[in-house]
């Protein structure tokens, strides 16, 4: 929410995302590369931005993440992409506690970014009377980075092209627990990109599928980026294995990694499988999915 009064602090709070489904359907000619891909929002893990009146021109933002450049983040981008276009955009303090992980395939810098463009707008429809609408917003979202116009959406959806395609979706399922494992690993999502690549994989998948576009099945399951990750990163093979064995319906690895999650029917089955990663020293989130578009439940799901 916007600011009551310039001197207040404002405190937002940025979930995450898994992708159920990616495939990586091209090289583009700029470098860049087009995907198809099915969003999961998730509201856990999430990160937390303090947001109060700045001392210094632009946005000041204060960090503690050994991996985020504080000068230069989805943050300072969006800021800088908004700023222009706005009427009126104030000087800001940004305090960001990271707790989605980083290079963890869960879009979490993307979250920050579209919650900050979601801030600035609500701020100047309360400054100058209108804010730059949402079109404008998206078209700012998809020049930031290729999740963040999902984040604007923040709903399960396809996303196409670079990621400024959207087709919200409902999810065809009934109540299911999603364990979240988040291994200590750090994988570069332009790192994963040039391995994929590597491995000429570009001519074999650089295709469309024809999957139904009114609702997400959880067996269509995929993530072109398993391939070339998991053999750079075994643990992470391993960790699928042991939700399947832990008895999960399905299991999948979100982005470009390290995360993976497994999908159980039964709330015991997924609590226990939580119980045997955290013992294991793994960061894990469970949460339920219900049918339709409102997916996540709150807290921890049980």
């Keep these: 929410m916007p600011r009551q009064n310039p001197e207040e602090e404002a405190v937002l709070y940025s979930g995450c995302k898994i992708n159920l489904y990616l495939r990586i359907t091209g090289r583009l000619a700029n470098g860049y590369h087009s995907l198809q891909s099915f969003m999961l929002p998730l509201k856990n893990p ?8 700045g001392k210094q021109p632009g946005l000041t933002l204060i960090c ?80 930031v980075g290729m999740d963040v116009p ?23 399922c009934d109540k299911i627990y999603l364990v979240l494992v988040c291994p200590d690993i750090h994988v570069s999502t332009a790192w994963a990109y040039a391995e994929w690549d590597k491995m000429q994989l ?27 990750v998991f053999a750079c990163f075994p643990q992470l093979v391993e960790i699928k294995q042991k939700l399947f064995e832990l008895g999960a319906v399905n ?11 497994g999908l159980f029917y039964a709330r015991t089955q997924a609590k226990a499988a ?23 439940g709150q807290g921890n799901g049980f």
């Design 46 to 53: 999430f990160d937390t931005l303090r947001i109060s009146p």
């Design 64 to 143: 503690a993440e050994k991996y985020l450049d504080v000068r230069n983040n989805t943050l300072q981008k969006a800021y800088a992409l908004f700023r222009p276009e706005a009427a009126a955009c104030p000087d800001l303090k940004v305090v960001l506690e990271k707790n989605v992980p980083a290079g963890a395939g869960l879009g979490g810098g993307s979250a920050d970014a579209a919650a900050l463009l979601l801030f600035l707008e609500q701020d100047l429809e309360k400054t100058a009377g209108s804010g730059l609408g949402r079109e404008k917003l998206l078209e700012i979202a998809a020049k």
């Design 150 to 172: 999902f984040f604007i959406l923040n709903q399960p959806a396809w996303v196409y092209g670079m990621g400024e395609k959207l087709l919200p979706c409902a999810l065809a």
């Design 202 to 228: 570009t001519r074999q998948q650089a295709q469309d599928t024809n999957l139904p576009f009114t609702e997400f099945n959880l067996q269509y399951l995929f993530n072109s980026f398993e391939q070339t």
């Design 251 to 261: 299991a999948l690895m979100s982005g470009s990694g390290s995360s993976l999650f």
């Design 274 to 296: 939580e119980n045997v990663f955290k013992r294991l020293g793994f960061r894990v989130y469970t949460q339920a999915i219900i049918q339709g578009r409102r997916q996540v």
